[in-house]
């Protein structure tokens, strides 16, 4: 025996009653041209795998795969071994190649249509990752502040009970707003409790995203690059779908980033205006213009009533002063609130790979591309009107069989 081929199939290429895959079989077109094209010097094996939609079933059946190709070494010894898989069925042959054993008796591997994966840490820019985690919580208490001072039914039991307490005596007023002091110091508690769970639950998270990059990672392939071909069918379907996520991604990234740096300038101005004013406090014009602020500032204290009627002055003018600062950490924290949901929702178009890939998303930057990283040789085939999907025209193409056949006979 000459040359041992393994098909392998792809993701939900077979009904659960069925043993193989359609275009796996004997009396399939592909597996007809190949046996014309070698003979009887051809043994032509099927993989079969549960063709689960999991990172963990793919690798499960990688391994799977080495185990048999290790096999068909010593039952063939002097065969030259080829591994040709479609879509998903690709990746679990490249994943065997993580046996250095399987890698050196494997003569080549044909990847039809294949996706791969590239993954990366996320980058959350100048925004930082943990104003990212935390700036929610700020949200969900601007929101819990709104609930309780903003809707009537629960604002006028708060009415109600400052109003009695306002009646009490002089001692009998100070020790009960004492203890509601200490009351509401306690009710702050769980946040410090949560903001403690928090980060727990975002390092195992974010860990647990860092191990679904491991799984996902192929071997290192830079000794096998002469020895695969991947081919590519026109207009595929799951590129398409593909191509969109990755616009939305990319969009979504951008506005992130836009936000960041909006962030870190505003920042970085405050801090130089900080410096300049320190600066100038410190000199002679400073103590001069401080002085005059200050005897303004007692000015308007003494006409308060004319402007600001039965507003505390005092509390104007930090209200004056905090405002902008205020502002600009609400908006933040709104950022924030959205960000969670929005850096995830698009991960939702990886449900075709895994659904880890989906709550991974916060963390990892997932692209799906035609090759994996480098230089390779892919081969796009022309397109036809034939009908049927095009992610499985690379299996009944006359032109994808000849082009595998001439690699096989001349590697």
């Known amino acids: 025996m000459d040359y041992v081929i393994t098909l392998v199939h792809g ?44 990172i963990r079933a793919r690798q499960k059946a990688a391994k799977r795969l080495a185990s048999d190709l290790r096999g068909s070494s010593m039952e063939y010894p002097g065969a030259k071994r080829y591994v040709i898989g479609h879509s998903h069925g690709g990746t679990v042959a490249l994943q065997a190649l993580k046996d250095d054993a399987v890698k050196q008796n494997v003569h080549g591997v044909v990847c039809l249509s294949t996706p791969f994966l590239h993954t990366r840490p ?100 830079d000794d096998m690059r002469q020895r695969i071909l991947l081919i590519r069918s026109s207009a595929d379907e799951a590129s398409a779908a593909l191509a969109f996520f990755q616009f939305a991604v990319w969009l979504l990234n951008k506005v992130w980033f836009l936000f960041g740096e909006t962030v870190a300038r505003i920042g970085a101005t405050a801090d130089q205006a900080g410096a300049k004013l320190h600066e100038f406090v410190l000199s002679k014009r400073g103590l001069l213009a401080c002085c005059l602020g200050l005897a303004l500032c007692v000015g308007i204290l003494l006409e308060a009533d ?78 036809t009107d034939a009908p049927g999907l095009a992610h499985s025209a690379s299996y009944e193409s006359p032109e994808a069989l000849a082009l595998i056949v001439d690699t096989l006979k001349t590697s």
């Open 11 to 54: 993701t939900w290429a077979r009904w659960p009653w069925e043993r193989q895959a359609a275009w796996t079989r004997d009396d399939s077109f592909f597996c007809r041209r190949l046996s014309d094209a070698f003979g009887p010097s051809v043994c032509i094996k099927r993989f079969i795998w549960s063709g689960c939609n999991s």
């Open 122 to 221: 996320r980058s959350f820019g100048t925004f930082g990752l943990w104003d990212t985690v935390l700036t929610p919580i700020l949200g969900y208490l601007i929101l819990l502040y709104y609930l309780l001072y903003k809707v009537p039914a629960i604002s006028a039991r708060y009415d109600a009970i400052f109003a009695f307490l306002a009646d009490l005596p002089g001692t009998e007023r100070f020790l009960a707003f004492l203890a509601v002091s200490l009351l509401a110091g306690l009710l702050l508690l769980p946040l410090f409790w949560l903001l403690g769970e928090t980060y727990i639950v975002v390092m195992h998270w974010q860990l647990a995203a860092e191990h679904v990059r491991e799984a996902v990672a192929l071997p290192s392939l």
């Open 306 to 383: 004319k402007y600001f009627g039965e507003y505390p002055t005092v509390l104007v003018l930090l209200g004056l002063i905090v405002l902008p600062s205020v502002a600009f950490h609400f908006a933040k924290a709104i950022v924030g609130f959205l960000a969670v949901p929005l850096l995830v929702f698009p991960s939702l178009l990886l449900l075709s790979f895994d659904a880890k890939l989906v709550w991974s998303g916060f963390f990892l930057e997932t692209s799906v591309e035609p090759m994996p990283p480098g230089a390779w040789h892919v081969h796009q085939l022309a397109s």
